[in-house]
């Protein structure tokens, strides 16, 4: 992603991709309830993309799409993410996949097909990646701003779920820290149905 990084640590790059996603036309629907908020969401956009990790022990963005398939019943716009990335600095198989990112429109939780997805991606990629410093565990990020701004609305926060763990957190900045809240766990009862046990 041209402007991108690279970045040297997992959170430089997680953090750095937030406004880069907001930013984006039609990115954001405002607040829940606010004035405009329905024309707002019907003119909204998901993107989404990847962030990996290279042979060169940085990590990267991929570009991004803004392929959806809305879902106006639930509020949901889903973005189809592919599931590989094309970087012809690399062989294919150097890549590892660390973060499915996308925004939500407003601040909602994770969608079930979100957490479908990046299930099939670990399946597909690994649950764990290992990286020069550490293992990174494969993670769905879902930026969201509370704000009603129509430019370039601030990075509120993320809801983060990890298959290799289970668990749902909600990411939310206060100044220039960031606290977290843990929302619960996700149990697979088999490859197709699982339940979300909520803290």
Sequence with gaps: MPGFGPYATYPEALLAACPI?????????????????????????????????????????????DQAVPDPANRWKNCKLPPFVSDPRYPADSLQY?????????????????????????????????TQATTTRL????FFSRSDALESPPCDGFFEYIPFTGALAKWTRAGEKWRKE??????WINDDTYEIHWN
């Excluded at 024309?39 to 998901?46: I, K, P, Q, T, V």
């Excluded at 429109?105 to 299930?119: H, K, M, Q, T």
């Excluded at 993670?139 to 879902?142: E, S, T």
Aim: charged share 20%.
């Design 21 to 65: 996603i907001l930013s984006k036309p039609h990115a954001t629907a405002g607040r829940l309830g606010a004035q405009n908020f329905e024309l707002r969401w019907r003119l909204s956009n998901e993107y989404c993309g990847w962030v990996y990790y290279t042979p060169d022990h940085q990590y990267e963005l991929s570009m991004l799409t």
């Design 98 to 130: 660390i973060l499915a990112i996308h925004n939500h429109p407003f601040e909602d939780i994770l969608s079930e097909r979100d957490i479908r997805f990046i299930v099939e991606m670990g399946k597909l990629h690994g649950f764990e990646s290992k």
């Design 182 to 187: 843990q929302l619960g766990s996700v149990k």
């Design 139 to 142: 993670a769905i990020i879902a």
